[in-house]
C-alpha cells in the first residue's frame, strides 16, 4: 500500500515525523526547564512560559499570512521549497539558543526566532503536499500524515522526560535541534522533483501540532 505512495508525500511525512519526534521530546519539559534554568520560580516559570507561547504564536501568526501570499504570486515548487528549507534550517537552531538562554528576553528571542522559521514552513509545506498528493488517495496520505505526526510526538513526549531524569536538559535540546536538521536534511531528497509546477487543485488540510 504505501509503495504506491509517490516520493514527494513519502519524504514530506518522514521529514514531519522527525520534526514532531524532535519537538515532542521538549514539549513535556520545556516549563520545567523555564523554572530550574532561568527562573527559579514556578510562578515566574509560568510567566516566562505564558509569554514565551505569545511571542511564537502571534509572531508566526502574523507573518505565514503575508508569506504565503507571496508564495501564491509565484506559481511553482521551487520557491516554496526554497522557504521551507529556510525555515527548517532556522527552526533546528532554536534548542541550540534554549541552551545557552539564562535570561528571560533570551527565550523569547529564541521563540521569535522559532515562529519566523515556522512560519517560513507551514505555507509551503502545505502548498507543496496538496499539490503532489495522489489522486484519489487524498483521506488515507493525509490521515497517514496526521499519524505520522502523533506517533512522533506522542512517543517523544515519554522518552524527553526520561531523557532529562537521566542526561538533563542540554542532551534533550542537542536530540531536538540534531532531529529538526535531519527533518530539513531529508527534504533534499525532493529537491529535483521541485520543478516549476502550477497551483491547479487545492485540497483541505488538518492542522499540525507544531
Known amino acids: 500500500m504505501l509503495k504506491s505512495i509517490n516520493k514527494v508525500i513519502k519524504v514530506l511525512v518522514i521529514s514531519d515525523f522527525f520534526l514532531n519526534y524532535g519537538w515532542g521530546l521538549l514539549s513535556p519539559v520545556f516549563a520545567l526547564f523555564l523554572v530550574e534554568r532561568i527562573t527559579g520560580s514556578v510562578t515566574e516559570g509560568a510567566k516566562v512560559a505564558g509569554f514565551a507561547a505569545l511571542f511564537y504564536w502571534i509572531t508566526k501568526s502574523v507573518l505565514q499570512i503575508p508569506i504565503g501570499r507571496y508564495l501564491d504570486k509565484n506559481h511553482g515548487d521551487k520557491d516554496d521549497f526554497l522557504f521551507l528549507i529556510i525555515g527548517m534550517f532556522m527552526t533546528g537552531l532554536v534548542p541550540f539558543g534554549y541552551l545557552i538562554s539564562s535570561q528571560p528576553w533570551h527565550i523569547y528571542l ?64 542537542v536530540i531536538v535541534g540534531s532531529f529538526t536538521i535531519v527533518s530539513s536534511l531529508l527534504l533534499l531528497l525532493i529537491r529535483k522533483e521541485m520543478a516549476a509546477k502550477s497551483r491547479g487543485t487545492h485540497q483541505l488540510f488538518p492542522p499540525r501540532p507544531f
Open 110 to 173: 529564541c521563540q521569535f526566532w522559532y515562529a519566523v522559521g515556522m512560519a517560513m514552513v507551514f505555507p509551503p509545506w502545505l502548498a507543496i503536499f496538496t499539490r503532489h498528493i495522489d489522486k484519489g488517495r487524498e483521506a488515507f496520505e493525509w490521515s497517514l500524515e496526521s499519524t505520522a505526526i502523533g506517533l512522533g510526538a506522542g512517543i517523544a513526549g515519554a522518552i524527553g522526560g526520561i531523557t532529562v531524569y537521566f542526561l538533563g536538559f542540554g542532551v534533550v535540546f
